[in-house]
């Protein structure tokens, strides 16, 4: 029996069903329940001819130009869960079971990809371009867990987001299919949703299905019918029914309601499986306002806050939310890896491990302390609703150290 893939949720809302021409992404990242989660920022850099990046496994060829990122990802790996780059593009990716087993050979990761989507392309479609030319050439496989007595494999479902379309995009080993979205509201999971309708596959997808006798050619092209195991490739999605019940009013706010939702099981919080950091991301239609990212750099969303991040030249950059380095001794980065597990706790990590143990022992304090974040993140959404709906150009200097600033505050309360 295959392991089951982590319940991730991702969702994005396109105007009319969200509010003020804006686009609305949001990822609940669900992993083991010990990971740590970093947010962690890449500048825009350029590359010598020849130069070669290291991912999580293998190494690849290098771009000439790199775009500027910020990551939410397991600290043990290079990609990410989730992230965002200065373009206002948003990728997200989900970890999939299909009836084709998933390679335990050393190649990129899903994750990797997202990471790898984010610094190469400047729209959605080039960052899918991206990511399906990078399948191709280097697969993907490996263990998806910091896990030395296992190896967790899976294939790669991703949301690819800009300011005026998203695809949604399913692989099995090299092969996909992407569908573009550019209106309503969708969710994708930890299982196939792709149907009928196909706007990009991989040029010979369905002659490989035919070859390996999954369709016969003669019925509608399914995606979802010809790859999964089981009977059950049903829209998944317990939470797209609450955003749709938002009517034209999908926000940031509406979004992170939804990812706090432990009774929908959006907000994984299980034996094995936790919700270890969340993403929610307001991209406007008019390029000329910026885009706002918010990221919790911690786990469940239900006890964490989410900051605000705006891409500007020389952002401050924020070591209490990024994990310990440990270079070349990283047990991940040794064979065989995972021999030992290091703490990877970061700053905020520690003082919310903290604040949960004084919410099991105190409720009532628990709760106060609670509800003096939720007014910090209120506070943080309204100066955000007010850069999004006014006229003058956003001055830099006033959004530089914004992410610093929340989470040094944050940390403040939980002192």
């Known amino acids: 029996r295959m392991a089951a893939a982590p319940p991730s949720y991702c969702f994005v809302a396109f105007p009319p069903c969200s509010k003020d021409g804006l686009v609305v992404f949001g990822k609940n990242s669900a992993r083991p329940r010990d990971e740590v989660q970093e947010v962690v920022y890449f500048a825009a850099a350029s590359h010598d001819p020849g130069s070669k990046v290291e991912c999580t496994y293998i190494e690849i060829e290098q771009v000439p130009k790199t775009h500027a990122v910020v990551l939410s990802r397991p600290s043990w790996l290079w990609g990410a869960e989730m992230g965002a780059n200065e373009h206002g593009v948003c990728v997200a990716n989900e970890a999939i079971v299909t009836r084709e087993p998933a390679s335990e050979s050393e190649a990129l990761l899903g994750m990797d990809l997202v990471r790898l989507g984010l610094e190469r392309g400047a729209t959605a479609k080039e960052a899918l371009d991206v990511i399906v030319t990078l399948l ?3 697969g993907q496989g490996g263990n998806y867990y910091e896990d030395g007595s296992s190896c967790h494999t899976f294939q790669s479902a991703f949301l690819i987001v800009d300011r005026n379309e998203a695809w949604i995009l399913e692989t099995s080993g090299k092969y996909w299919a992407a569908e573009k979205i550019t209106e309503g509201v969708k969710c994708i999971c930890n299982q ?5 309708k196909i706007d990009a596959e991989h040029p010979e997808l369905r002659n490989y299905v035919r070859s390996q006798g999954w369709w016969n050619g003669d019925s509608d092209f399914n995606f979802s019918e010809v790859f999964s195991l089981a009977d059950d490739h049903l829209a998944c999605c317990s939470g797209r029914e609450s955003l749709e019940k938002q009517g034209g009013d999908v926000s940031a706010q509406a979004m992170m309601d939804v990812l706090r939702d432990k009774d929908s099981g959006v907000c994984v919080d299980s034996e094995s499986f936790l919700t270890t950091a969340s993403i929610v991301s307001v991209l406007p239609q008019d390029p000329s306002f910026p885009c706002v990212h918010y990221f919790t750099g911690t786990p469940d969303p239900s006890r964490s806050i989410f900051k605000p991040f705006i891409f500007v030249d020389g952002v401050k950059l ?8 440990f270079g070349n001794d990283d047990p991940a980065k040794k064979i065989p890896r995972f021999q030992e597990k290091p703490d990877r706790r970061h700053e905020l990590y520690k003082a919310h491990e903290w604040a949960r143990s004084l919410h099991e022992n105190d409720q009532d304090k628990g709760q106060k302390l609670m ?13 955000m609703e007010d850069i999004l709906t006014h006229t003058e150009i956003l001055d830099p200097a006033e959004v530089v150290d914004l992410f610093y600033d929340c989470v040094d505050t944050e940390l403040k309360f939980f002192k």
């Open 136 to 138: 191709e050439e280097h």
């Open 192 to 196: 196939l949703s792709l149907t009928t």
């Open 318 to 325: 924020v070591p209490k939310v990024q994990s310990p380095s």
């Open 371 to 383: 509800r003096i974040m939720l007014d910090l993140e209120k506070q943080g959404l309204e100066a």
